[in-house]
Antibody
């Protein structure tokens, strides 16, 4: 059974940093691309970032480019989202999600973590 | 960026009825259109991938259709457990985008 466990969310001040983690199990981790999708309180889904199965290719939404960095450790079956220069607009529940394939394009996200809440406020 | 527009944004429907949700894309996305269901305080769940392919374990009352820029999610024989918000998603080009969501209430 595929399991994704998101963690690392907390209250942080504007301009601060945070690292989210997503621990995966139940599938051949390095074979699949992974993504972060966020949901602001009471709002819809917003794709944030994705990484290919190999980790060689990374992609970002314009709203986080230059501030967020996605990475993965295929030896530990974990992906990370390093978030710097956080803003109030980054406040959201962050979900990690697994791709159907090893690439980010032309795919669907077939399994999701439970989400971790990031609150950016002074 | 490809914009996905869902209609309606809210729908209240009695049990056993048929529901149709539309997703329109700002440009052609081929077959890279997927549908998710999200219940309150839960993570999204994949229902339909590539326009019309049902994901494993999804009840047969859920179906998808469409092409190019207009797509439809249909629920035949609505059940109480189908109360949720439904999102379409395109992966044809970056950034991936989602529709704004359609909240479905069971009367």
């Amino acid at each position: 059974e595929v399991q994704l466990l998101d963690s690392g969310g907390s209250l942080v001040q504007p301009g601060g940093s945070l690292r989210l983690s997503c621990a995966a199990s139940g599938f051949n981790f390095s074979t699949y691309a992974m993504s972060w999708v966020r949901q602001a309180p009471g709002k819809g889904l917003e794709w944030v970032s994705a990484v290919s199965g190999s980790g060689n290719y990374t992609y970002y939404a314009d709203s986080v480019k230059g501030r967020f960095s996605i990475s993965r450790d295929n030896s530990k079956n974990i992906i990370y989202l390093q978030m710097n220069a956080l803003r109030a607009a980054d406040t959201a529940v962050y979900f990690c999600a697994k791709s159907i394939f090893g690439v980010v394009m032309n795919t669907a996200w077939d399994s999701w973590g439970q989400g971790t809440l990031v609150t950016v406020s002074s | 960026e490809i914009v996905l527009t869902q209609s309606p944004e809210f729908q209240s429907v009695p049990p056993k009825e048929k529901v149709t949700i539309i997703c329109r894309a700002s440009q052609s996305i081929g077959g890279n259109l997927h549908w998710y269901q999200q219940k309150p305080h839960q993570s999204p769940k994949l229902l339909i991938k590539y326009v019309s392919q049902s994901f494993s374990g999804v009840p047969s009352r859920f179906s998808g259709s469409g092409s190019g820029t207009e797509f439809t999610l249909t629920i035949n024989g609505l059940e109480a457990e189908d109360a949720a918000t439904y999102y379409c998603h395109q992966s044809s080009s970056l950034p991936h985008t989602f529709g704004q969501g359609t909240k479905l209430e069971i009367k």
